[in-house]
T-cell receptor
Framework: DAGVIQSPRHEVTEMGQEVTLRCKPI?????LFWYRQTMMRGLELLIY????????DSGMPEDRFSAKMPNASFSTLKIQPSEPRDSAVYFC?????????????FGPGTRLTVL | DQQVKQNSPSLSVQEGRISILNCDYT??????FLWYKKYPAEGPTFLIS???IKDKNEDGRFTVFLNKSAKHLSLHIVPSQPGDSAVYFC???????????WGAGTKLIIKP
């Protein structure tokens, strides 16, 4: 089975542009997480979904960030307008309820650079 | 307020020796503790976990020890190999939700 798929792997954009990051979780998983990793703040949870419903978005830095999960196999994280401080690696992860340890499976990440 | 702490940003170990990575936590309600390994330009990958009702879990060269009274866990890698060079994250989970609470990571460097 394929793991978590993210696209694009790299994104370079200019300040003020809209950026959309995409994620396909592992089939059958019912939790989906969006993380951001930076040197300064480490791995930060932005938002997570359960059965396509957003559960906790308290980690979303500001209103410029939004996330959707229209169905069980697809999620997007959108930044509009983007700013240089949004430059980071964004990870998507998924997990299956009832595994006990709540192990999450990560995608390869999207490296975002905002100029 | 960091609930999971990895106080060593980096660790250098000779190949063949034991690597010991440490993690401290503050919340006694955590049910599970997990270790992840991360290579550059890749996502973190799960390595090993331990339930809060156990004090040791072993998987090949990797052993995790849990000391609940001290709120401390450690990951032992024996023997250390060059491919073990990576960033290691400690994470904890509770039964009230499905989030993982992450440490800041420790960069392990295995010297040949």
């Amino acid at each position: 089975d394929a793991g978590v798929i993210q696209s694009p792997r790299h994104e370079v954009t200019e300040m003020g542009q809209e950026v959309t990051l995409r994620c396909k979780p592992i089939s059958g998983h019912d939790y989906l997480f969006w993380y951001r990793q930076t040197m300064m703040r480490g791995l930060e949870l932005l938002i997570y979904f359960n059965n396509n419903v957003p559960i906790d978005d308290s980690g979303m830095p500001e209103d410029r960030f939004s996330a959707k999960m229209p169905n069980a196999s697809f999620s997007t994280l959108k930044i509009q307008p983007s700013e240089p401080r949004d430059s980071a690696v964004y990870f998507c992860a998924s997990s299956l309820e009832g595994t006990g340890s709540n192990e999450q499976f990560f995608g390869p990440g999207t490296r975002l650079t905002v100029l | 307020d960091q609930q999971v702490k990895q106080n060593s940003p980096s660790l250098s170990v000779q190949e063949g020796r034991i690597s010991i990575l440490n993690c401290d936590y503050t919340n006694s309600m955590f049910d599970y503790f997990l270790w992840y390994k991360k290579y550059p330009a890749e996502g973190p990958t799960f390595l090993i976990s331990i339930s809060s009702i156990k004090d040791k879990n072993e998987d090949g060269r990797f052993t995790v020890f849990l000391n609940k009274s001290a709120k401390h866990l450690s990951l032992h890698i024996v023997p250390s190999q060059p491919g073990d060079s990576a960033v290691y994250f400690c994470a904890a989970s509770g039964d009230s939700n499905y989030q993982l609470i992450w440490g800041a990571g420790t960069k392990l460097i295995i010297k040949p």
